[in-house]
Each structure stands twice: as C-alpha cells, then as structure tokens.
C-alpha cells in the first residue's frame, strides 16, 4: 500500500516562501505520479501542480503558475512544492496525492487520484 506523508508546511508572512515535500512508501516514483492540491475553509480542493513518473512532465494551476515549483528527488523518494510570493490566499492545508500513471501524464483532477497524504496547513499572514 502506497502511503504519503507531507512535512514542511507552517506560519510565513505575505511574500514569504514556503518548500513542502512529500515523502513517499510502499512505492517509487517511477511508478507513481504525484499531484499536490490544497483545501482552504469551505473552499473545494483544488489541484495545484504535478509531476509525471518520468521524463519529469509538470503541470500547474493558473493560480500557482509562475510562483510554485515541482520537483523530484528519486534517490530520496520525495516530491517537493517550493512556494515562492505567497499570499494569504494560499493559506490552507496542502495535500500530496499519488495515481499509477502511464509515463509522461499527471493529472490535477482530484477525482483521478488514489492516494493521499494526511496533509500539512499552510498559513500566510498579511
């Protein structure tokens, strides 16, 4: 069983940075794709930035593009999210997810998703 576990999150001012990584068992990376997604207080989840098995494809949400980083560290079986100029938008519990994935895709759909983490909150004061 794939398990995911999500560290990193925490307390940073508006414009401050932020690298959550999620650290994964049970299974590699090469198998797996990972997606990270966040909830705020009655909001919906909302898929933010993912990264393929292989060949490193990534994706990102509009809202994220250009601020949020994805990487991979497949010696250390770990997917990290740097967040750079975060707002206080971006505060809400962050979560990575992992689906089996032919090489080359990842997916932003909640829905498509197998496994997940606990998630970590992230929270950004003004």
């Known amino acids: 069983q794939l398990q995911l576990e999500e560290s990193g999150g925490g307390l940073v001012q508006s414009g401050g940075s932020l690298r959550l990584s999620c650290a994964v068992s049970?299974?590699?990376?090469?198998?797996?794709?990972i997606a990270w997604f966040r909830q705020a207080p009655g909001k919906e989840r909302e898929g933010l930035s993912c990264?393929?098995?292989?060949?490193?494809?990534?994706a990102y949400a509009d809202s994220v593009k250009g601020r949020f980083t994805i990487s991979r560290d497949v010696a250390k079986n770990t997917v990290s999210l740097q967040m750079n100029s975060l707002t206080p938008d971006d505060t809400a519990v962050y979560y990575c997810?992992?689906?089996?994935?032919?090489?080359?895709?990842?997916?932003?759909?909640?829905?498509?998703?197998?496994?997940w983490g606990q998630g970590t909150q992230v929270t950004v004061s003004s």
């Open positions: 990264i393929s098995r292989s060949e490193g494809f990534t």
């Open positions: 997810a992992a689906r089996h994935t032919p090489p080359g895709q990842c997916f932003l759909n909640r829905g498509r998703m197998h496994f």
């Open positions: 049970g299974g590699t990376l090469d198998t797996y794709s």
